[in-house]
């Protein structure tokens, strides 16, 4: 499984190869034909990138993108982006968006480290990741997988 390749591919490498800037000095490989999760690039770009990688993969190539939480209140803004993936020959395509619940209160969206309505830090944080849609992304995957959610940006300019 990719997930957790990512990282034990990383481990190996640095145990023979040491630390390289920007090769190795995360906890984890991008997968895939990923543009690095922690490049901060638009969501076009992104998919203008990717679409050119895509023939290339012969296990999988999703291109995905990080947004902000509120885009749920921009449908428009969503169906240009998924439109522009399409028209870009993009295969599979994902618009990934952070959604929290609190587990006491039941409130629901993007949620620092506490509830902004009650206080809670009993959080449950839906992410997708690498096709998985996990609610404990911390404990659903590996220390890599979990660094490399953490590093993401949002593709929004």
């Not at 090769?23 to 543009?35: A, L």
């Not at 947004?67 to 982006?81: H, Y």
């Not at 959604?99 to 902004?116: H, K, N, R, T, V």
């Not at 830090?121 to 997988?145: C, E, H, P, Q």
Request: charge should be negative.
């Amino acid at each position: 499984m990719a997930e957790n390749l990512c990282y034990t591919a990383m481990k190996k490498f640095k145990a023979k190869y040491g630390e390289i800037e920007n090769v190795s000095d995360r906890e984890y490989f991008t997968n895939s034909i990923h543009v690095p999760v922690w490049h901060d690039i638009s969501v076009f770009d992104k998919i203008d990138i990717e679409s050119q990688l895509t023939g290339y993969s012969s296990a999988g190539c999703i291109t995905y993108v990080e947004v902000p939480s509120g885009v749920k209140n921009n449908i428009p803004a969503l169906e240009t982006i998924v439109n522009y993936a399409m028209d870009h020959d993009i295969p599979y395509f994902a618009v990934n968006t952070k959604l929290d619940m609190c587990e006491d209160c039941g409130y629901q969206d993007e949620i620092g480290e506490s509830c902004p309505e009650c206080g809670s830090k009993n959080i449950s944080r839906l992410r997708r990741v690498t096709g998985y849609l996990t609610g404990s992304y911390k404990d659903a995957f590996n220390w890599g997988k979990q660094k490399e959610t953490e590093d993401r940006v949002e593709h929004i300019h």
